[in-house]
C-alpha cells in the first residue's frame, strides 16, 4: 500500500512578500552576536555548564523583548532552566543543520505566549542566527508574537497562542509516533499553570492517558502567576500534580529552577512506560531578574532600555 | 511538489459543459453520510497514511465502515470534538491524513477556534466530517441541525469547504478530499436525499459543475438543494423558463468564473442551500456578484431561524427548501431582470 506524501516542512506562507526585518549592525555588535558559538546538545554537560547555557537564553529573553517593545518576561524568564536542560541536557533529539529531520523529536509550546524562550533556546542551539532574535515582533520576522508555522522557523512544529491547543497537538504527534508509524520519536509540549484552566487540556490528557502515550511528557511550568494575578486567586489549580496523577499520567513534581531536578525529571520520564508524563516544574516567574521575581505584573510586558541593562548586568 | 503547487494542479478545469446534458432522474434514495464512510474506506484501502479519529457517533458518521475495515488505524477520542480536531493536527503535522467525523454543530461551532488557530493556521492536512447538515436531520431538533457551517469555515483562510449533493458525490467528494492537500471540511446529513449523480459523474474540487443548461435565469446549489433545483428547472421548462442548475459543491475556493459566467449569461440568479443565507452561499454568491457582475439574486435557505423537530420533509417545506420554492424564486428572480 502507498503513502500519500505531501511536502509539509517548512511553511513560507506567512511571508508578505518584502524583506525580513535585519537588525543594524550596531546592535549586532553591542551584543555580540556576530562572535557566537552554538551550544551543543549533550548529556555531558555539567549542571553548570547547562546553568550557564540558562543564563545565556535569559540574556537573549531580555534583548529580545527590549528590542520588540513588547512581549512577555515573567514566564520565558522562569522557564529558561526547562529549556536548557531539556535541549542542551541531551534529552531531546534535533539536529540543527537539518531541522525538519524526519526522526526529530517534537516539542509543542502550547503556552505560545512564551515563544520568547523557545525562540531563545532556539538561537542558542543554533537552529537560526542569534541576530534573528531582534526582530522578535516586526514585520515579517520569522519571530511572530505568537508561534506561526507559516513562518517556516526551524524548530517551530505547530502555530499557538490560543491556550489549551498546544497539548492535544503533541497528543496527536506522539499518538502517531507510538502507535501509528510505532517509532522511538519522543514529544513534549510545555503549558503554562495558568492555562491547565482550559477544557481542552483535561480532554487531551485523557486521550494520552486512554492511549498510554507514554512517549509524551508534557512540562506544567508551576509558576504560580497568571496575567490578571496569583493562579490561585484566579482560578484555584492546586492540587495540580494530583489532579494529572487522577487522570493516569506519571507525575514528577520538582523544582523548575534547579537543573539538578529538572535533569532527574527528563530521565525518569524517558523510562516511563504505559503512561504519559507530566513535570510540575515550580518555578519563579521572571527568574533571575531581582525586579521581576515572582511577580505577576511582569507576565505580559517588556523591560524598558534602562531596566534591561540592570537586566543584562544580573543574568551573568 | 510545494503546497501551492499541489493546490494548483488540483484545480484545473476539466469539467465541459459543453455538449448534451445528460437530463438527471432520481436512481433510490440515500443519505450523504453513506458516501462519506463509503468514501474513507476507499482511502484506507489506497493509502496506509490515512487514519480516522472516533467522537463516539462513529455508526452515525458512518466511520464506523473505516473502523471495522482498519481497526489499527482508527482511534476513539471519546465525546472531546475540540480535542479531536487537534489530535488530528498533531497527527498532520507528523505526515497522516487524519479524517475526524462528528456532528456539523459540534465540528464546526464547537471546533472553530481549533480549525482556526490550530488546523487552518497551521496549514495541517486534517479533514473534518460534518454530518448531520441542515434540518433534514428531522425529529433530533435545533441542536442537532447543524446550519452555520458554510458560514464558520468559508471564512478561515486555508480551508478547502466541500458540500456534495448526493451519495455518489460524497463517496467522490471524500476521496478527492482525502487525496487533495490541506485542511479540508466535507458536509453531509443524516436522512436518505435523492440520488442521482452517478459513479462516473466529474467531480472536482473547486469546479462548479453545470448539471442543466438554460439561459433564462441560474440556480446555484449545494447539497440535496441541487436535486430541488433539477426538479425545479425541469418543471420550469415545460412553462418555457430555461433554467441553468448550477452544483456549487466546492464553497471554498468557490468558482468564480462559473458565477459570473451565470450572471452574465442568465441575468438572474437563485442560491439554494439547506444552511443559513447569511454567509453561507447566498452571502458567497452575492459577495461575488456584488464586485464582478451586479445581477438580481434571490435566496433559499434558512432565514436566520433555529430548526426545531419534526419530520425531514415537513421540515423542508416548512423553512421553504423545496423545489417548489426554487420555481417561485426563480420566477421573482426573473421579474427583477432589466
Ligand atoms: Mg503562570
Known sequence: MARLTHKTYPLATGFHGSSRPTPSPELMAKYGYADFKPFSNSADHSDAALLEIAQSIRRDIIRELVEAKSGHSGGPLGSADIFATLYFGGFMRY???????????????SAGH???????????????????????????????????RDM?????????????????????????????????????????DGEISEGEIWEAAMIAAHWELDNLCMIVDRNNCQIDGRTEDVMKLNPVGDKFKAFNFHVIECNGNSIAELRHAFAEAREVKGRPTCIVAETYMGRGVSFMEDDYRWHGKPPTPEQAEVALTELV | MSVTAVKESSMVNTASTNGQMPRYEM???????????????????????????????????????????????????????????????????????PFFATYGAFASCRNTDMIRISMAYNDANV???????????????????????????????????????????????????????????????????????????????????????????????????????????????????????????TIKPLDRAAIVKAASECGAIVTAEEHQITAGLGGAVAEVLAQEHPAPVEFIGVKDTFGGSGKPDELMEFFGLTSKDVKAAVKRAIARKR
Open chain 1, 95 to 109: 539536529d540543527v543543520n537539518n531541522p525538519w529531520w524526519e526522526g526529530r523529536d517534537r516539542f509543542v509550546l
Open chain 1, 114 to 148: 512564551m515563544c520568547p524562550v523557545l525562540y531563545a533556546t532556539l538561537a542558542n542551539a543554533g537552529f537560526f542566527p542569534k541576530s534573528e532574535l531582534l526582530t522578535l515582533r516586526k514585520f515579517n520576522s520569522r519571530l511572530q508574537g505568537h508561534p506561526g
Open chain 1, 152 to 192: 517556516g522557523l526551524p524548530g517551530i512544529e505547530s502555530s499557538t497562542g490560543s491556550l489549551g491547543q498546544g497539548l492535544g497537538i503533541a497528543v496527536g504527534m506522539a499518538l502517531a509516533d507510538k502507535l501509528v508509524d510505532k517509532n522511538d520519536r519522543r514529544v513534549f509540549s510545555l503549558t503554562g
Open chain 2, 27 to 97: 436512481h433510490g434514495k440515500k443519505a450523504t453520510r453513506f458516501g462519506f464512510g463509503e468514501g474513507l474506506v476507499v482511502l484506507g484501502e489506497r493509502y496506509d497514511n490515512v487514519v480516522a479519529l472516533g467522537g463516539d457517533i462513529t455508526g452515525s458518521v458512518m466511520t464506523s465502515y473505516f473502523k471495522e475495515k482498519f481497526p489499527d488505524r482508527f482511534f476513539s477520542m471519546g465525546i472531546t470534538e475540540a480535542t479531536a480536531t487537534l489530535v488530528a493536527t498533531g497527527l498532520a503535522l507528523s505526515g497522516h491524513i
Open chain 2, 127 to 249: 479533514k473534518i466530517g460534518g454530518g448531520h447538515a441542515g434540518i433534514s436531520v428531522g425529529e433530533d431538533g435545533a441542536t442537532h441541525q447543524a446550519l452555520e457551517e458554510i458560514a464558520i469555515i468559508r471564512v478561515m483562510p486555508n480551508m478547502t469547504l466541500v458540500v456534495p449533493c448526493d451519495f455518489n458525490e460524497a463517496k467522490k467528494a471524500t476521496i478527492a478530499v482525502g487525496e487533495y492537500y490541506g485542511p479540508c471540511y466535507i458536509r453531509f446529513g443524516r436522512s436518505d436525499v435523492p440520488s442521482f449523480t452517478h459513479e462516473d459523474t466529474p467531480f472536482e474540487i473547486g469546479k462548479a459543475q453545470t448539471f442543466k443548461d438554460g439561459n433564462d435565469a441560474a440556480v446555484i446549489a449545494c447539497g440535496p438543494m441541487v436535486w430541488e433545483a433539477l426538479v425545479a428547472a425541469y418543471e420550469l421548462e415545460a412553462e418555457g423558463i430555461n433554467v441553468r442548475v448550477l452544483n456549487m459543491a
